[in-house]
């Protein structure tokens, strides 16, 4: 079941699993530039990530949705840290499966987020980002 962690109410939420696991795990990371991130960031959706065009019903308009899904929740936090977007919780309904964390951004954010990473992503994200 996938729980909307960007609602208000759980906010805080998102905050302290951010600040906690960033905390926890302070690495090298933490003390790159920028667009040091952004190549680490880029690494890492290429193996995790996923972006597409889709409706949202029929007969609605399309937009960008970009995402990272994945069972660490301190990489969610930081793309959630870097870009903004929502904070996702899965919790499997089997016991045998991992706890699954989302990031996800959409609309013209979303451009922005694929603009800033596409350079430093593999060939064939590159081609379907220019296919967009």
């Known amino acids: 079941m996938e729980k909307d962690l960007a609602h208000p109410l759980k906010k805080a939420l998102i905050r302290k699993v951010s600040k906690l696991n960033l905390e926890k795990n302070l690495t090298e990371y933490d003390k790159l530039s920028r667009k040091q991130k952004i190549l680490v960031l880029a690494g890492v959706f290429d193996g995790e990530g996923s972006f597409g065009v889709w409706s949202r019903g029929k007969n609605r308009s399309k937009h960008l949705q970009v995402k990272v899904d ?13 870009f903004g977007g929502m904070f996702f919780s899965h919790t499997p309904k089997n016991e ?17 987020v694929l603009k800033e990473m596409v350079p430093y992503m593999c060939q064939r994200r590159r081609e379907k980002f220019k296919n967009l």
Do not use: C, S
């Not at 994945?70 to 870097?82: E, P, S």
């Not at 699954?100 to 922005?112: P, S």
């Open 70 to 82: 994945t069972t660490d929740a301190d990489m969610v936090a930081r793309f959630h840290h870097m």
């Open 96 to 112: 045998n499966y991992k706890h699954l964390f989302r990031w996800k951004i959409t609309g013209d954010k979303a451009w922005q």
